[in-house]
């Protein structure tokens, strides 16, 4: 579950809180762990930061202070990401995470969700990756009309952005648009490893990329607006 921690209101690039679409006709968000990937993805058109910690993990909780300084270094809102979860945090707009992938009956989990008054969900179609989920999304898509937004997210990239975007019907979408960047430790000890081992290299950092952001925003402009 997300809350937001930046006003939704949306002149510019903003949006109304539970409402599908948007002003300009679609909007992406990016998720975040970081200050630099944050203001990366504003500078590369994104409508909204989802930010977290613990990528690996799934996301989780980031720190107040990570908040607290995104939200001094970007204009558009800010959704955190809540785990372990409460209650819903009225009156922010509220996202279902990716959760809702694991239900057993998807359609009758999104009259659930409009009834607890969720203002979206983010969905890969309860498959491994929005593409291959692609049916489904369009099904809830076609379901929701327009009482809740329904935000395609997992494995979304420039290669297939343009069929979701078509074959779903969405106004938003969800991606991370993440590059991997050599860390700048000068000692390295290969022998050691402080995680687990099948976590990514302790040596490289994975970082929004602006000119992802950038490519992802033209595609969905080329195709929504």
Not at 26 to 36: A, G, H, K, N
Request: overall charge positive.
């Amino acid at each position: 579950m997300k809350r937001q921690g930046a006003s939704s209101e949306r002149k510019r690039a903003r949006m109304p809180s539970g409402k599908a679409g948007a002003a300009n006709g679609f909007l992406m968000e990016v998720c975040v762990d970081s200050v630099e990937s944050a203001v990366n993805a504003e500078r590369g058109g994104a409508g909204r930061i989802e930010l977290c910690s613990g990528l690996l993990e799934g996301g989780t909780t980031p720190s107040m202070g990570v908040l607290q300084v995104v939200k001094q270094s970007v204009q558009i809102p800010v959704f955190v990401m809540i785990r372990p979860r409460g209650a819903i945090c009225r009156p922010l707009p509220v996202t279902f995470h990716r959760a809702f992938d694991m239900v057993h009956d998807p359609m009758a989990a999104l009259e659930t969700l409009l009834t607890l008054g969720f203002e979206r969900v983010l969905t890969s179609g309860c498959d491994s990756s929005a593409l291959e989920g692609l049916p489904l999304i369009k099904r809830l898509i076609d379901q929701a009309k327009g009482r809740i937004v329904v935000m395609p997210g997992g494995g979304i990239t420039d290669r297939n952005l343009q069929r979701i975007l078509e074959g779903s019907g969405a106004t938003e979408f969800h991606c991370s648009a993440r590059t991997a960047r050599d860390s700048g430790m000068k000692f390295r000890n290969f022998s050691v490893a402080m995680g687990a081992s099948l976590s990514n290299s302790e040596y490289s950092l994975k970082v929004t990329d602006v000119t992802k952001v950038r490519t992802l925003n033209a595609i969905a402009k080329n195709i929504l607006v």
